[in-house]
């Protein structure tokens, strides 16, 4: 169906699933509220906004920008004639950390 008939409240598919995902509060798909009780670390964390400092390392949300943090990124394939360029781009020395050292690979 058209995008204009997606949430504009007529049900214009015959299941009615062109309105069933109009906001998070009625997206039949949507993950299950996070409860702290049973998600606990490592396995599991819950920060409903995405603010929250794991492990209890910024327990009253005071200087939260001094927790170290570490970005993974991987790739799956051999470095090759067809990829190297963008290995270059990525990792040229110009980037730093916040205490000035080079990102490493």
């Known amino acids: 169906i058209d995008k204009g008939l997606f949430c504009d ?4 598919c015959n299941d009615g699933s062109d309105e069933n995902a109009c906001d ?20 599991c964390f819950c920060s409903e906004d995405g ?4 492990g ?3 327990p009253d949300n005071d200087r939260c920008d001094r927790v170290p943090q ?9 470095i090759n004639n067809n990829n190297i360029d963008l290995y270059d781009e990525i990792f ?3 980037r730093r950390n ?4 080079d990102i490493k690979a």
């Open 51 to 54: 603010s929250e400092v794991p």
């Open 9 to 12: 409240g007529n049900k214009d």
């Open 92 to 94: 040229n020395r110009q």
């Open 70 to 78: 570490m970005v993974t990124i991987t790739f799956d394939d051999a």
């Open 98 to 101: 916040p205490n000035g050292c």
């Open 24 to 43: 998070i509060e009625n997206d039949p798909n949507r993950a299950p509220l996070c409860d702290k009780n049973i998600c606990k670390l490592p396995d």
């Open 56 to 58: 209890d390392l910024c």
